[in-house]
């Protein structure tokens, strides 16, 4: 059996992050986001793909609505 082909955000979102040699960490207010969406009822679970679009971002090379807008796309492109 193959591996899938990537999709084109997502394949779009890894160039970018490897041309400005950015990589996702965790910081703790990661960690505290995570606790409490956790308690709240809610257990979301960020793939490596939003990781990197936090990390661009959080550099400088995305802006915020940047950021939503490759999120949104990235998401739509994925659903079945």
């Given at each position: 059996?193959?591996?899938?082909v990537?999709?084109?955000v997502?394949?779009r979102?890894r160039k970018m992050?490897?041309?400005h040699?950015?990589?996702y ?22 793939d ?5 679009l ?12 940047e950021?939503?807008q490759?999120q949104a796309a990235?998401l739509?492109?994925?659903?079945p």
């Amino acid at each position: 059996m193959t591996e899938p082909v990537e999709k084109a955000v997502a394949t779009r979102i890894r160039k970018m992050a490897l041309e400005h040699h950015v990589v996702y960490v965790r910081a703790p207010r990661d960690m505290l986001a995570h606790d409490i969406t956790r308690l709240a009822g809610d257990d979301v679970q960020l793939d490596e793909i939003e990781q990197l679009l936090i990390a661009l971002q959080r550099s400088g090379y995305l802006s915020r609505t940047e950021m939503v807008q490759l999120q949104a796309a990235y998401l739509r492109e994925a659903s079945p």
